[in-house]
């Protein structure tokens, strides 16, 4: 049974208007923020390496396997 952080959670963006530290079909790292959730905003780890919040519809969330999820956090 894989132990996973209840708190890491991935994206993929499907949508950038306006968003220049976007990329269309990349995974995105979400921290949680109840506060922007209850506005439909997810708060996003983007290309710039900071945390910004985006409006949720411009995501879709994935599953990943462990391997990948500790890939993807290893090389943040």
């Given at each position: 049974?894989?132990?996973?952080?209840?708190?890491?959670?991935?994206?993929?963006?499907?949508?950038?208007?306006?968003?220049?530290?976007?990329?269309?079909?990349?995974?995105?790292?979400?921290?949680?923020?109840?506060?922007?959730?209850?506005?439909d905003?997810?708060?996003?780890?983007?290309?710039?390496?900071?945390?910004?919040?985006?409006?949720?519809?411009?995501?879709?969330?994935?599953?990943l396997?462990q391997?990948?999820?500790?890939?993807?956090?290893?090389?943040?």
């Amino acid at each position: 049974m894989r132990s996973k952080n209840k708190e890491t959670r991935f994206v993929v963006c499907v949508k950038i208007e306006g968003c220049e530290d976007l990329e269309v079909r990349k995974i995105y790292q979400v921290l949680p923020d109840e506060a922007a959730a209850e506005d439909d905003y997810i708060r996003v780890i983007d290309e710039s390496g900071e945390d910004y919040l985006y409006p949720a519809s411009y995501f879709f969330s994935v599953e990943l396997p462990q391997a990948a999820e500790e890939a993807l956090l290893s090389a943040a």
